[in-house]
Each structure stands twice: as structure tokens, then as C-alpha cells.
């Protein structure tokens, strides 16, 4: 069986696509020229006029001008990878699959540096900032999940969000609330968690 895992603020100390967003502000200022179209996907997320997909487009938009995104990854897990938590590194295992909302551009070439088996994440254009799957988030990661593995072969599932991953705390064998490095058991069925 599988071990699965978060992303952000579970193995990663942080946000990834907003460390990635810093990033990128570093090294071309110019895109700081998307920041009304960002206010207003956020404004109009916040006031339930358009839904979260809507909002991380706009967020994303500043990808046009970004021309060698590859380059811009890269060297920004090269600065990043020690982001990293140590638990992890020592846990890890090569059947591991990372699931997360993340851009899977962003993500994808950790497959390789952390020797994992796959990243699933939202397929976001690394040129346009569109999406090109749903968020990759809540029942849209087992339905993403499924289309490549064993349906309930998930063994455990790590995430520092029961709100935001109940429905794979619930589909794993056994699930693991992460605070930090602090790392619990708990138990999820019938719409609640609680400490085993």
C-alpha cells in the first residue's frame, strides 16, 4: 500500500505557490503589474461571486510574463528544497505520491529530487496561468488519485488540514494530522476527526 501526502504546510514548511510568487517578484518586478487582476480575483472570491479556480487563474496570470518558467522552478528548488521538513526526508519512500492544489509545474520535479513515485497536483499552463484540470482539491484528489492507482490503496494520508482534506483523511487506512513537525494519528469517519 501507498503512503500520501499534502503538500503545503505538510511536508512543505509553507506555501509553496506563494514562495514561488516571492520568488519570481525577485527576479521580474514587472509582474507586479498583475496585481489589480489579483485584488480582483481574490475580491471576488472573497464575496462568493466566482470560485476559487477563478481566483488562482487570475493569481497565476503573472506566468505570461515570465518567459523560461522550467528555469524559474528550478533554481527556485534549488533555493527552496531545504523547505522540506526533516520528518519527511527521514520517512519518505519511493512509492510515495504527493497530492496536492498546487501547480503540478511547480511540483512536478520533485518526483525526482525526493525520489518519489508522483506528484498529483492541478494542472495549471505554466504559460497562461489557466487551469487546465479542476483544484486539485477535497474529492477531486481521490478522484485523481483513482485514475492511476488502486482504488483504497492509500495505507496513510498526511495533511496539516482536516478541513481541507477530510474527504482523503476519511479514504486512507489511517490518517496523520501534521502541526509543524508535530505529527498525530487520527481517527476520521461519519464527518469527524478526532485523536486516536
Sequence with gaps: MINAYDFDKTIYDGDSSIDFYIYCLKRKPSIFIFLPIQLF???AYIL?????????????SFLKRIK?????VEDFWNKNY???KPWYLKLS???DVIISASPEFLLSPLEKKLNIDKVIATKVNKHTGKFES??????????RYEKLYKKNSIKAFYSDSIK????MLEYAKDAYLVNGNHITKIICKRDKCNEK
Design 164 to 167: 481541507a482534506d477530510k474527504a
Design 93 to 95: 519512500k519511493k512509492s
Design 68 to 72: 523560461d518558467v522550467d528555469g524559474y
Design 134 to 143: 479542476k483544484n486539485c482539491h477535497d474529492y477531486e484528489k481521490i478522484n
Design 41 to 43: 480575483g481574490i475580491l
Design 48 to 60: 462568493k461571486i466566482k470560485n476559487k479556480d477563478y481566483m488562482k487563474e487570475k493569481i497565476f
Design 82 to 84: 531545504k523547505k522540506i
